[in-house]
């Protein structure tokens, strides 16, 4: 085998632009397979994350500003709409709901009187179930009203170094709060989301600008759900649309998905593009191991005869098909990850806040499942010359190659 | 010893060999020529286990080698025979003693200390001593095929099967390719070559191939059919 190595190194190294192309070929298909890959399990890992730290099964919203609030769920956009406290315990009632809890939506000024524009979300410290217990994880108490939650990725922004933010004092509609935790990434919009007591919430409005008339107490924006167990959330978000109609129920499912539509066409026509580029070298592979092993065809012959096997003939021929596939995919597999690693900002920016890594194990698995398509690429190719070849007697084959 | 029984060859329904029955002893020096097309090559090429013949028998050493298994018939090319080509045969990526040490590394084991000082001494045999590390293209036509009769000696076979060995090589190259051959045949190896250089018909015994027959040279004139009716096996040394 070692010879049989040897002489596929020093045929590689005869036509380097030869091997270079079909490498290239490879290099592409599986820079763009391994690429696809990663985003798209990167994207379902986030929207798994989103919907296990949403912490509801549905956010019931006002019927009217169902776009409005899928903004604000989704990317952090800050916004304000409202509708009566009443209706959260209509909702409370409703069949299969087990717990509720309510929040509150504001904007704050990009002004003298703010650090910057962000998303405000006022909340009960004692009833909410979706960012208190995050919270508790990292406090030993519940939020105080001078106290602020921020999300995971507009701390930089607010203050700087997030190492240094926590019991940092921060400026919102000309009162004072400090820091009291950090929220980790969801994906969703509480990344770019400041949370605060719903008392506070409420009494920033009055004086402000924005707000002149202010919220009052029984305003809410959003109605928090937890399903009871063994209910389907779908089920119960279409039964309270039915019963209040001025409600727009949003199950966790739906709020991902509309938002993970569009990335999954990215990833999609990434797919698409991998497996037609996967094709494309399949084709280049072949056809060049076809036209290498035709050009070769007198020296393959005269290796039958010195004494070599039909055996070794295709080895030599799969090996260096093996050979090619094995560097193109390894090249492809560094392209790809250089693509992800440093075009991380990029991806981030074009696909939203929606790109988290898909952890190590399944980076481990793409990447050995892209050497796997590059490696069956290769024996593919070269399969069909090999057996060719390795199937015509010797001084046939010398014959041909004169 | 080589015999060849009733041996018949076509290509595309043209009969290229027809009943050939012909034997070779062991250390002799034969000499096949005819006309261009003629099937020299196919001959030696079926000799050689190179080409399957449509009908007869090769035996070499008493084996039929067109029963042998596949494994089995390399083996036999790889170790018994040695072959010399009419085109340069060198593997143009491999270095001369990459090229010489080529057939031992198709073979069971891979080249060894012993085998680089064999393959040194047959570079040095057939005159292109200190060409070992040089590459085929940078070599003269008459060194690369001093080069290919090294590799075809380089398993001490006991056959070398030659076909135009000096075909595109000037009168003095192919004078000392020709010494070389007789020197080689000298230390006992049977020398089978085809060649249109009759000038040389002296070394050995000669025959010549005419309409698909195979005739001594001295006969060459007499019709075919006397010679290969009856499947006569002609013995010759």
Same mark, same amino acid.
């Given at each position: 085998?070692?010879?049989?190595?040897?002489?596929?190194?020093?045929? #590689?190294?005869?036509?380097?632009?030869?091997?270079?192309?079909?490498?290239?070929?490879?290099?592409?298909?599986?820079?763009?397979?391994?690429?696809?890959?990663?985003?798209?399990?990167?994207?379902?890992?986030?929207?798994?994350?989103?919907?296990?730290?949403?912490?509801?099964?549905?956010?019931?919203?006002?019927?009217?500003?169902?776009?409005?609030?899928?903004?604000? #769920?989704?990317?952090?956009?800050?916004?304000?709409?409202?509708?009566p406290s009443s209706l959260e315990e209509k909702v409370r009632t409703a069949p299969g709901v087990q717990q509720t809890c309510s929040q509150v939506y504001l904007r704050s000024l990009d002004a003298a009187c703010c650090v910057a524009q962000v998303a405000l979300v006022g909340y009960d410290p004692v009833r909410d179930f979706t960012i208190n217990p995050w919270v508790l994880q990292k406090t030993s108490e519940p939020l105080q009203a001078n106290q602020l939650v921020v999300g995971a990725k507009v701390i930089s922004a607010l203050v700087g170094t997030p190492a240094k933010a926590i019991g940092q004092r921060l400026m919102f509609m000309g009162k004072p709060f400090s820091v009291a935790t950090i929220l980790e990434p969801t994906g969703l919009g509480t990344d770019y989301t400041v949370f605060l007591h719903m008392d506070m919430a409420y009494q920033m409005t009055q004086g402000s600008p924005?707000?002149?008339?202010?919220?009052?107490?029984?305003?809410?924006?959003?109605?928090?759900?937890?399903?009871?167990?063994?209910?389907?959330?779908?089920?119960?978000?279409?039964?309270?649309?039915?019963?209040?109609?001025?409600?727009?129920?949003?199950?966790?499912?739906?709020?991902?998905?509309?938002?993970?539509r569009q990335l999954q066409d990215l990833v999609d026509v990434l797919f698409v593009a991998g497996g037609l580029f996967s094709l494309l070298a399949l084709v280049l592979?072949?056809?060049?191991?076809?036209?290498?092993?035709?050009?070769?065809?007198?020296?393959?012959?005269?290796?039958?005869?010195?004494?070599?096997?039909?055996?070794?003939?295709?080895?030599?021929?799969?090996?260096?098909?093996?050979?090619?596939?094995?560097?193109?995919?390894?090249?492809?597999?560094?392209?790809?990850?250089s693509v992800i690693w440093f075009g991380k900002d990029i991806i981030t920016e074009m696909i939203g806040n929606m790109y988290m890594w898909p952890g190590n194990p399944y980076f481990l698995k793409a990447v050995l499942l892209t050497m796997a398509a590059a490696l069956v690429t290769g024996i593919l190719g070269g399969l069909y010359p090999a057996c060719r070849?390795?199937?015509?007697?010797?001084?046939?084959?010398?014959?041909k190659g004169e | 010893m080589i015999q060849v029984e009733a041996l018949s060859k076509d290509y595309k329904s043209v009969r290229v060999l027809q009943g050939?029955?012909?034997?070779?002893?062991?250390?002799?020096?034969?000499?096949?020529?005819?006309?261009?097309?003629?099937?020299?090559?196919? /001959?030696?090429?079926?000799?050689?286990?190179?080409?399957?013949?449509?009908?007869?028998?090769? /035996?070499?050493?008493?084996?039929?080698?067109?029963?042998?298994?596949?494994?089995? /018939?390399?083996? /036999?090319?790889?170790e018994k025979l040695g072959f010399v080509f009419q085109f340069p045969s060198l593997i143009p990526t491999l270095s001369v003693l990459d090229n010489v040490l080529l057939p031992i590394a198709f073979g069971d084991k891979s080249p060894n200390l012993e085998d680089l000082k064999f393959a040194t001494s047959l570079l040095e045999m057939v005159g292109i001593s200190g060409k070992d590390g040089q590459y085929p293209a940078q070599l003269s036509g008459?060194?690369?095929?001093?080069?290919?009769i090294a590799r075809a000696m380089i398993k001490r076979p006991a056959i070398i099967l030659a076909d135009e060995p000096t075909g595109d090589l000037d009168e003095k190259t192919e004078a000392e390719i020709m010494d070389l051959f007789q020197s080689i045949n000298g230390q006992g190896t049977t020398i089978v070559m085809v060649t249109h250089a009759l000038d040389y018909a002296k070394i050995g015994k000669t025959y010549t191939l005419k309409?698909?027959?195979l005739f001594p040279y001295e006969d060459s004139e007499a019709s075919p059919r006397d010679l290969t009716r009856g499947g006569e096996l002609r013995h010759d040394a």
């Open positions: 085998m070692r010879q049989i190595f040897y002489l596929v190194r020093q045929n #590689l190294k005869r036509k380097p632009f030869r091997a270079w192309m079909m490498i290239g070929g490879i290099v592409l298909a599986c820079a763009t397979l391994f690429v696809a890959a990663i985003l798209s399990r990167g994207i379902q890992s986030t929207l798994q994350t989103a919907r296990e730290r949403l912490g509801a099964d549905i956010v019931v919203v006002p019927a009217d500003a169902r776009e409005e609030a899928l903004s604000a #769920l989704i990317s952090g956009s800050p916004t304000s709409f409202f509708m924005l707000y002149p008339v202010p919220v009052k107490k029984d305003q809410i924006s959003t109605i928090l759900i937890k399903v009871a167990d063994g209910m389907a959330p779908e089920t119960v978000a279409a039964n309270i649309e039915k019963n209040i109609p001025e409600l727009k129920a949003l199950t966790s499912n739906q709020l991902t998905r509309s938002f993970s592979v072949g056809n060049l191991f076809a036209l290498s092993v035709r050009q070769r065809m007198r020296e393959l012959g005269l290796f039958r005869a010195m004494g070599a096997r039909r055996s070794v003939i295709f080895q030599l021929i799969i090996l260096e098909a093996l050979c090619i596939a094995g560097a193109g995919g390894l090249l492809g597999v560094l392209i790809g990850f070849i390795s199937s015509l007697e010797p001084y046939e084959a010398i014959r | 050939i029955n012909w034997a070779i002893e062991d250390g002799a020096f034969v000499i096949v020529t005819g006309r261009s097309g003629g099937g020299k090559t196919t /001959l030696l090429s079926i000799v050689g286990g190179l080409t399957r013949p449509d009908a007869g028998r090769v /035996l070499i050493d008493d084996t039929d080698i067109w029963q042998l298994s596949e494994p089995d /018939l390399a083996a /036999l090319r790889n008459g060194q690369q095929r001093r080069a290919a309409d698909s027959h």
